[in-house]
């Protein structure tokens, strides 16, 4: 009996051991992806902040980065839970356009208004007089 409990032990603690290499290794092949999205309306600090604050909430994105005098947001992500159209989507609902990803007017209407920079007709009329 005692020698069965030994080899039900050894063989428990063998399988938990794969287990933990086997899922350890899972998570390692995740390896971040990285990109550079346009922003043209992110124009100072305040868009910047706000940019960052909200993408700290978007599910599997692990960075953001505003360059407000480039208009651009570096982004790193863990693929398999985001993608960069889910990005981009969420900052479009933010109210920014983001690459070829249009902002949505109600939410480009309520940033501030130093983040809504464009005139009629820069936007083609798509976002309303300001």
């Not at 933010?94 to 109600?106: K, S, T």
């Amino acid at each position: 009996m005692n020698k069965v409990s030994t080899t039900m032990k050894t063989l428990f603690l063998s399988l938990l051991t794969f287990m933990a290499v086997a899922v350890s290794g899972t998570v390692s092949a995740q390896k971040p992806v990285k990109a550079v999205i346009s922003v043209p309306n992110a124009q100072d600090e305040a868009c910047k902040n706000r940019i960052e604050r909200f993408m700290q909430k978007e599910y599997g994105v692990l960075s953001s980065n505003v360059n407000y005098r480039k208009h651009t947001v570096t982004v790193s992500w863990i693929p398999g839970r985001t993608n960069i159209e889910n990005i981009k989507t969420a900052l479009a609902n933010l109210g920014y356009d983001a690459d070829d990803v249009e902002a949505e007017p109600g939410a480009y209407k309520r940033l501030p208004k130093t983040c809504q920079h464009m005139t009629k007709e820069e936007d083609g009329g798509k976002k309303g007089n300001l």
